[in-house]
């Protein structure tokens, strides 16, 4: 018998409270299926085991808030004793949630009933990441658009039945678009149309220790993040987005919210509903004005404003925090390179 079509009415859907989006990493990596893009030896694996780090201590990642989870790394391009050399190069002390595998089968070769037992063996795991795709590539379509979205279609299944982050690394092509670059992903239009969040990683020249990450998704607002790669480590510098970020596409109720902090001698707590009693910003839901916080995070810290969010109990509640930017990076015109603190401050 033919299952019958899930249908629900478009008033429910306006009205019914999804809760909101599931962050790894805050405002950068939800859950679903997300791809990290860029040319060969440019440092992508640096950055799978950095993120890794961070996410299995529950350490904030480029100062972002993360969600503390076991992880998974598929490291199919390497071996043990490469990761490892890595791994001592970033730190000297992790934790064995952080697991790393080097050899897997394919998409269609039983990959996905390997990774089905591990969540039954580390059903907490939230993170899993992938690299490469093309080691795990079926190569069974008739074309090539059929290829890379049924290939993702059945990671990102895999990655919505568990509720976790699944991240896949991938390569750039060879010809290179100065206007786009999300469209130097090698492959076609189906690999970008199946992931939920797309990263970019690109340099102006494969010499440089700067790199710029730029960033797009259905849960995410485009962004480009300003990066360092020195001693195995990507550190963040600065946001580039927010330079970019056009006053009137910010949201009433965001500009409403930085108005209200500008008037304030003090912090603020307290729920969403709350906020919206005080703000000047029409109707608007609570759940709305809570996706919203989170999206336009990047904004607000650019007003001066810090906003966090921690769930209590059945409520969730908002701290609004005024800070002042005295920090410059920028000297005669050149970004200044950070001190790096002693390992052994």
Known sequence: MIEKLDARGAQWLIEHDFGETEWIVEGLLPLGLSMIVSPPKFGKSFLMLNLGLHVVAGEPFWDLPTTRSPVLYLALEDTFKRVGNRLELITEQTDDDFEIAVRSSNIGGGLIAQLEDYMTEHPDTKLVMLDTLQIVRNGIYDNA?????????????????????????????????????????????????????????????????????????????????????????????????????????????????????????????????????????????????????????????????????????????????????????????????????????
């Open 145 to 345: 658009y059929s290829a890379d979205y049924s290939d993702l279609r059945i990671l990102k299944e895999f990655a919505d039945n568990h509720s976790i982050a699944l991240m896949v690394v991938h390569h750039t092509r060879k010809a290179r678009d100065p206007d786009d670059v999300f469209a130097n992903i090698s492959g076609t239009n189906g690999l970008m149309g199946a992931c939920d969040t797309v990263f970019v990683l690109d340099k102006d020249k494969r010499s440089d220790k700067y790199a710029t990450l730029s960033v797009t998704g259905r849960d995410v607002e485009f962004q480009e993040l300003r990066l360092l790669f020195r001693d195995g480590e990507w550190e963040f510098i600065e946001s580039l987005s927010s330079d970019d970020l056009e006053e009137t596409e910010v949201p009433a109720c965001i500009q409403a919210v930085a108005g209200f902090m500008d008037l304030r001698q003090e912090d603020w707590t307290g729920t969403a509903s709350e906020l919206i009693g005080l703000l000047d910003c029409g109707t608007i839901r609570s759940s709305v004005l809570g996706r919203h916080l989170g999206s336009y995070r990047n904004y607000l810290l650019e007003r001066g404003v810090r906003c966090t969010r921690e769930r209590t109990g059945s409520a969730r509640i908002i701290h609004l925090e005024t800070i002042e930017d005295d920090a410059n990076d920028v000297i005669d015109g050149h970004l200044e390179i950070p001190d790096r603190p002693s390992r052994d401050a």
